[in-house]
C-alpha cells in the first residue's frame, strides 16, 4: 500500500515506448471491464475538455448559498438526533459482566451508533471536500471557512489536503506526478528482478497466503490507511512540489509546513490547519481527563475511524480496477487521467455521502461543479462519453468490487508508459530469492 523515497526507475527522453497489456484478471467469471482499452488499434480518439463540458447543461456549473448549507444543516440534525436517541437508549459506562445479555446490547448499541454516525459524518466530510474544490459556493473565503470548521473538526488538515487533493485531480492516474492511491511498483513492493520474492509485501503474501492478504489489504486501507496517509507513510506521490524525485528515505507528509509536498508560499496555511488539529486533539484529551477516555472514544473515535473507512474506501474504488490504465509521464494526459475514474453504486449511502461515488467522474472531470447538479452531469455524460466507450461505470456491488479489488491490484510494473495493475496472486507461492536464484542456476 505505501513507498517512500526515490522510485525505482525514472522516464528519460527517447526510450521505447512501454506498454504493458492488462492482467487475465479482466477476464474473470462476472467481472466489468472498462470499456477503453488505449491498446486496441480501434481506440476512440479522446474529446477535449471542452467538448466534454459543452455535452453538459450550463446549470450544472451554477452554486448556491442557500443549497449547500441546507444540506450542512440537514445533516447536523441527523448527527444530532442520533446523538440524542444514543443517550437516551445507552449508557457511557462498561458493563460489569461482559458475558451478559447487557453487555451484548451495549456492545450492538455502541457499534450501531459508531457506524452509522460514522456515515453521516462522511457526509460533512463530503461537503468540506466540496468546499475545498470551490463547489461548495461562489465566494471562496465562504467556502474555505466551512470546510475549514467541518474538516479540522474530523482532524482533517484542512488546507494541507485541500492543496495535495487538487493536485490528485490534476494528475489523476500518473504513476509519476500523480497523488493519493499512487501505484506501488513490484520492486517497491518486494520483488525481485525475476518475480523472486525477495520483502515487504511480496513475502508478506507469500506468507499469510491469497484471502488474508487480501483481508489484511482491506484493514490496512480502511482502517490505518487515512492517517497514515496524512503522515506520508502511504500512498503519497513520488516527486514533491519542486518536481523532483524523492531520495531515499523521505517522506512528504501533510503537518510540517516544510514538508516537500507544498510550496513555501502556503505553509502558513500549513501551519494554521496543523495548529488546529494539535488543539482539537488536546480538546478531546481534556475531555478524557474530565470524563473518561471511553467516553471520548465511545462518542467521537468509533464513528472517526467508520468517517476514514468511507472517505478511503471511495478513493480506493474510484480509480482502481485490473481492466483500469495507469500512465507514465510520457502517456499521461489529462484527460486520460479523468477518464480514467469509475463511477460504482452505493445504494442507500448515496444519500448520505451525496453521491460521491456514483457521480465521481462528472466530479474529476469539473471539481468546481456542485454535487448536487452532479446527476443531471452525471447523465449528460453518459449520453456523450457512453456511445464512445469512454464512459466507466461498474455496476457490481461495492464491497464485491473491494474484495476483488483487494485480490487483484497490488502493483504495476513500473511507471513508464502504460501499465495496470498486477496481483501477488500470480507470483509462484513460495518463490524467494534463494529457491529463485537457485532455480535461475539450474
Known amino acids: 500500500m505505501g513507498k517512500g523515497g526515490r522510485s525505482d526507475a525514472a522516464v528519460t527522453k527517447g526510450q521505447a515506448r512501454v506498454i504493458t497489456k492488462p492482467s487475465y484478471r479482466i477476464n ?25 463540458k459543452a455535452a453538459i447543461p450550463k446549470e450544472c456549473f451554477e452554486r448556491s448559498y442557500v443549497h449547500s448549507m441546507w444540506f450542512v444543516l440537514r445533516d447536523t ?11 437516551a437508549c445507552l449508557s457511557t459506562s462498561l458493563p460489569e459482566n461482559l458475558l451478559s445479555v447487557e453487555a451484548l446490547t451495549w456492545f450492538a448499541g455502541w457499534n450501531f ?10 457526509g460533512h466530510w463530503v461537503l468540506a471536500h ?26 482533517v488538515p484542512y488546507y494541507a489536503w485541500q492543496y495535495t487533493h487538487a493536485k490528485h485531480h490534476r494528475r489523476t492516474n500518473n504513476l509519476v506526478d500523480g497523488e493519493s492511491h499512487v501505484p506501488s511498483t513490484g ?16 513475502v508478506l503474501h507469500d506468507a499469510m497466503g491469497d484471502g488474508a492478504f487480501a483481508a489484511f489489504q482491506v484493514f490496512t486501507h480502511l482502517a490505518i490507511g487515512w492517517p497514515l496517509y496524512l503522515m506520508g507513510m502511504a500512498s503519497t506521490g513520488r516527486l514533491g512540489h519542486d518536481g523532483k524525485f524523492l531520495e531515499d528515505g523521505e517522506f512528504m507528509d501533510h503537518y510540517r509546513p516544510g514538508s516537500k509536498m507544498f510550496p513555501a508560499k502556503i505553509r502558513g496555511k500549513i501551519a494554521l490547519s496543523t495548529a488546529t488539529v ?24 468509533g464513528p472517526y475511524m467508520w468517517t476514514n473507512a468511507w472517505l478511503v474506501l471511495y478513493t480506493w474504488l474510484q480509480h482502481t480496477d485490473p481492466s483500469v490504465p495507469q500512465f507514465g509521464a510520457d502517456e499521461w494526459t489529462w484527460v486520460k487521467g479523468a477518464l480514467s475514474t469509475i463511477d460504482r453504486p452505493y445504494g ?3 444519500f448520505f455521502h451525496h453521491k460521491i461515488g456514483s457521480t465521481h467522474v462528472a466530479h474529476h472531470l469539473f471539481h468546481e461543479m456542485p454535487f448536487y447538479k452532479a446527476d443531471v452531469a452525471t447523465a449528460a455524460l ?39 495493475y498486477r496481483s501477488l496472486e500470480d507470483i509462484p507461492r513460495g518463490r524467494g530469492g534463494d529457491s529463485a536464484a537457485a532455480k535461475k542456476s539450474d
Not at 40 to 51: C, I, M, N, Q
Not at 77 to 87: I, K
Open 278 to 301: 494539535l488543539a482539537t486533539l488536546a480538546l478531546l484529551f481534556k475531555l478524557g481527563l474530565d470524563h473518561g477516555f471511553l467516553p471520548v472514544g465511545l462518542w467521537y473515535f
Open 77 to 87: 440534525v441527523m448527527a444530532a438526533g442520533l446523538v440524542y436517541a444514543t443517550n
Open 113 to 122: 451508533y459508531a457506524f452509522w454516525m460514522g456515515t453521516i459524518l462522511s
Open 130 to 155: 466540496e468546499a475545498g474544490h470551490g463547489a461548495f459556493s461562489p465566494s471562496q473565503s465562504f467556502n474555505d471557512f466551512w470546510g475549514f470548521l467541518m474538516h479540522q473538526a474530523l482532524l
Open 348 to 350: 442507500i449511502f448515496d
Open 382 to 420: 453518459k449520453d456523450y462519453l457512453g456511445p464512445k466507450g469512454l464512459y466507466n461505470y461498474d455496476p457490481t456491488p461495492w464491497y464485491q468490487a473491494m474484495w476483488r479489488v483487494a485480490k487483484t491490484c497490488h502493483y504495476v510494473e513500473g511507471i513508464e508508459g502504460i501499465q495496470y
Open 28 to 52: 474473470d467469471e462476472g467481472a466489468w471491464i472498462s470499456p477503453y482499452n488505449p491498446l486496441d488499434p480501434k481506440a476512440p480518439e479522446l474529446p477535449t475538455k471542452g467538448e466534454i
Open 187 to 202: 520492486t517497491e513492493n518486494g520483488l525481485g528482478p525475476n518475480n523472486e520474492r525477495q520483502a515487504f509485501y511480496a
